[in-house]
């Protein structure tokens, strides 16, 4: 199976920037696609960013120009860069992967999440 885990959250002041990880572990034989979500109180879970195993990214239209997704394909690891938060932000964040554990075999991954809180 595969494992995701992500780390980086906690409380950050209005404007300030956090920058989230997450690391793929387990039996992997490539992995595809890596993105953020994010799921706020009271609200749906959506998406916030992609990266291809390509390097191609995609935001959500709230997060461009703040938010930066990036990934390092040799360690399996996908980071999000957040700038200017804002109290709007705070939320649980989730990264996602689809993973090919064989040449054939793909699947969708979900960690745990990492919590995101924009307070003064």
């Known amino acids: 199976q595969v494992q995701l885990v992500e780390s980086g959250g906690g409380l950050v002041q209005p404007g300030g920037s956090l920058r989230l990880s997450c690391a793929a572990s387990?039996?992997?034989?490539?992995?595809?696609?890596m993105d953020w979500y994010r799921q706020a109180p009271g609200k749906e879970r959506e998406l916030v960013a992609v990266?291809?195993?390509?390097?191609?990214?995609n935001y959500a239209d709230s997060m461009k120009g703040r938010f930066t997704i990036s990934r390092d394909n040799a360690l399996n690891t996908v980071y999000l860069q957040m700038n200017s938060l804002k109290p709007e932000d705070t939320a649980v964040y989730y990264c996602?992967?689809?993973?090919?554990?064989?040449?054939?075999?793909?699947?969708?991954?979900w960690g745990k999440g990492t919590l995101v809180t924009v307070s003064s």
């Open positions: 996602f992967a689809n993973v090919n554990t064989g040449p054939l075999l793909r699947g969708d991954y």
């Open positions: 387990g039996s992997i034989f490539r992995v595809n696609d």
């Open positions: 990266i291809t195993s390509g390097g191609r990214t």
